[in-house]
Nanobody, 116 residues
Framework: QVQLVESGGNLVQPGGSLRLSCAASGNIFSINAMGWSRQAPGKQRELVAI???????NYADSVKGRFTISRDNAKNTVYLQMDSLKPEDTGVYYC??????????WGQGTQVTVSS
């Protein structure tokens, strides 16, 4: 099993920045990618960004050029640097790890609110 613990969510003004962190523990050798999804109130959860063990990244169109995903393999941690935040970025952000078995492990979520 893989356990994920997120941190970094907060209230921020439009145009501001936040960095989310997610530390993985447990059977980390079963992970082949890590990423972030988010869920806004009343909406379905959507993929924000993902980075594979090989370094390939993919972003939602809505965050391209503003968000950057990175991984520190020595710390088994994935980060999401969020710049130029907009009110529509508000939501609960969930870290996930994609497993070699095809399943996913999820963190508990961290709230990001973008508001003046």
């Amino acid at each position: 099993q893989v356990q994920l613990v997120e941190s970094g969510g907060n209230l921020v003004q439009p145009g501001g920045s936040l960095r989310l962190s997610c530390a993985a523990s447990g059977n980390i050798f079963s992970i082949n990618a890590m990423g972030w999804s988010r869920q806004a109130p009343g909406k379905q959860r959507e993929l924000v960004a993902i980075k594979t063990n090989g370094g390939t990244t993919n972003y939602a169109d809505s965050v391209k050029g503003r968000f950057t995903i990175s991984r520190d393999n020595a710390k088994n941690t994935v980060y999401l640097q969020m710049d130029s935040l907009k009110p529509e970025d508000t939501g609960v952000y969930y870290c996930f790890s994609q497993l070699r078995t095809g399943g996913k492990a999820w963190g508990q979520g961290t709230q990001v609110t973008v508001s003046s």
